[in-house]
């Protein structure tokens, strides 16, 4: 009688796959990466909730976020930048050919799923736009019937399988595995459903409404946001940047008061009295360029009277593993 082996763990079957589509790329391993990815989070036990190191207590000054350059970003930088003062900007984490080779992917994935829509797509499309089978739920994928078809906005990163391969590998090159888990005092995990490229468009007489990524993620939670700039941003740009309040108040502000656009959004009459001891900042980011907070931060995209470029950026939400909602989809490293 033959024993049938048991099937191979998800992580055994991540690592192989990977390293086949590393020598051969295709849209079917990199769809698959993505379920295996999902499914190595689901197999491993991982521990309880373990604290980190001492939280830092909140800067008693902040006229600006520290910044710091790529050489220098580790645990300690992140630590002191985000409980201290509510978020870190590091310098050129990305150099320029790497930015603009990922803001050529963002492009190719828009323009897949424009094509899609149009159900003009091609066998090469497929890479740069495709759901994996495990992925579920998410935002309208596309403009409402009879409408043109969206080619900016925000697109899942997992649903662009070639660019979520290009981005893991990216993270892994720049050490986040380590720098995350020394943040957290453990391992860090991807959430597909905060995981998004951005395209935006120049909106000059628009202002986005402010918010807290924690008031959509859950309670207890641990998290790092990522974003990276991919074209020239912000104050004094041609594209609209990231605004956000200074400093660092672990509390989740009231929504749909004060003026509030929206019963998600913080009300700008707050947000005015909350800078009345809380800056508000505009920075300036070059392509490469990198923006880390976590789910207190309380920001909005900025807007500019000459704002008249698209803004390219990809934002990467990074849970403790411990902690991370099974809602938000979490995917391995």
Not at 91 to 104: G, H, I, K, Q
Not at 159 to 171: G, H, I, K, V
Not at 195 to 218: S, Y
Request: proline share 8%; charged share 20%; aromatic share 8%.
């Amino acid at each position: 009688m033959t024993t049938q082996a048991a099937p191979a763990a998800a992580a055994d079957r991540l690592a192989a796959a990977l390293a086949a589509n590393r020598a051969s790329p295709s849209a079917a391993r990199e769809r698959e990466l993505i379920n295996l990815r999902l499914a190595a989070f689901r197999e491993r036990e991982w521990p309880d909730p373990v604290p980190g190191a001492i939280d830092r207590p909140p800067a008693t000054s902040c006229s600006s976020l520290p910044e710091v350059p790529a050489a220098a970003l580790d645990a300690e930088a992140l630590r002191d930048g985000i409980q201290g003062a509510g978020g870190l900007i590091v310098r050129a984490l990305l150099d320029r050919t790497t930015a603009a080779e990922l803001r050529a992917q963002l492009d190719r994935a828009f323009a897949a799923r424009h094509a899609a829509a149009l159900d003009d797509g091609s066998p090469a499309d497929e890479r740069w736009y495709g759901r994996a089978s495990g992925v579920v739920g998410g935002p309208q994928q596309f403009a409402s019937q009879g409408k043109a078809p969206q080619q900016a906005g925000s697109l899942w990163a997992v649903d662009s399988p070639a660019t979520a391969f290009t981005l893991c590998e990216l993270y892994h090159a720049l050490g986040l595995p380590a720098l995350l888990a020394g943040y957290f005092g453990e391992p860090g995990v991807l959430s597909a459903r905060k995981w998004v490229l951005r395209k935006v468009p120049p909106k000059p007489t628009r202002n986005a409404g402010w918010h807290q990524d924690g008031r959509f993620l859950g309670d207890g939670i641990r998290t790092v946001n990522l974003w990276i700039a991919l074209s020239d941003c912000g104050e004094g740009a041609s594209a609209p940047g990231m605004e956000l309040v200074g400093g660092r108040e672990p509390v989740i502000h009231p929504t749909g008061t004060d003026g509030a656009l929206f019963d998600w959004t913080v009300g700008p009459e707050l947000v005015e009295r909350l800078s009345a001891e809380r800056p508000l900042l505009y920075p300036r980011f070059a392509p490469g360029d990198a923006l880390f907070f976590d789910h207190y931060n309380l920001h909005r995209t900025g807007t500019g009277p000459a704002d008249s470029g698209f803004r390219y950026a990809v934002e990467s939400w990074f849970f403790a593993a411990s902690t991370a909602p099974a809602k938000q989809q979490p995917l391995v490293l």
